[in-house]
């Protein structure tokens, strides 16, 4: 077994599940959810992850095992929490790499990008200024994001002034068109239907993809899916 399987990771929860998001969305994926955020997002949905020292302590093998007995799956969904700011994270994308053929991090950019590889994808999602102080951090690393043809960002915009200050965002940094999805902010059905109506338009407009939030549709906002 490589030692790099036997490192520690702090997890929050793994599940088999639907991607929700993204570019993939819809495609079956196992998910390892990684424990610790400090962004502060103030609509986050998973705010149990926050505390760095919660969930569980685990072995990267044993996590990966986990997932491997929910069934199979060709996409592993990294998420949290910040997994980028998790120790041992690069290792464990490394040591994924050798198990999935896909690999997808959910990021909100607070740190690089710690690997590249052709069947590596970054899902980055820089904040708005509504939503976090920090929101700043999570796009100064953008270049490191954008120069990956991998890497797709990921907008959530929810109440005003989101829309536009997304459209001056990603305007002032010159993010290509084709690489932008925006996503609707919420937690129920209503509320996601009506923001996804107002950014269809936009995206038309602008020439970007719009984002659902598959799993909300589906199953509701609830853990472990
Ligand atoms: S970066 Fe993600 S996990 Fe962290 S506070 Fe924001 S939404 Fe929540």
């Not at 962004?39 to 992850?49: A, I, L």
């Not at 994270?89 to 690999?103: G, Q, T």
């Not at 965002?169 to 239907?193: C, F, K, N, S, Y």
């Amino acid at each position: 077994m490589s030692s790099r399987l036997t490192l520690g990771v702090r997890v929050s929860e793994a599940f088999f599940s639907l991607q929700g998001e993204g570019p993939s969305t819809g495609t079956p994926a196992h998910f390892l959810r990684l424990q610790g955020c400090d962004v502060g997002c103030r609509w986050c949905d998973t705010k149990y992850t926050w505390d760095a020292a919660g969930g569980r302590a685990s072995t990267i093998a044993s996590a990966f095992a986990q997932l491997r007995a929910l069934g199979d799956a060709s996409l592993l969904v990294v998420t949290g929490g910040e997994p980028l700011a998790h120790p041992n994270v690069a290792e464990l994308l490394a040591e994924a790499l050798e198990a999935w053929p896909r690999v997808e991090v959910e990021t909100s950019g607070l740190v690089p990008p710690p690997l590249r590889h052709e069947r590596l994808f970054y899902n980055h999602s820089p904040k708005l200024p509504s939503v976090t102080e920090r929101w700043a951090d999570t796009w100064r690393h953008l270049p490191a994001y954008t120069s990956d043809p991998n890497t797709t960002l990921k907008v959530v915009v929810g109440d005003d002034p989101d829309l536009a200050d997304a459209i001056g965002l990603l305007r002032e940094h010159q993010v290509p068109r084709g690489r932008v999805m925006i996503m609707p902010e919420g937690m129920t059905d209503a509320a996601l239907r009506e923001r996804a109506l107002q950014l269809a338009e936009v995206c038309k407009r602008e020439g970007w993809r719009l984002s659902t939030r598959l799993h909300v549709w589906l199953w509701g906002a609830k853990r472990g899916v």
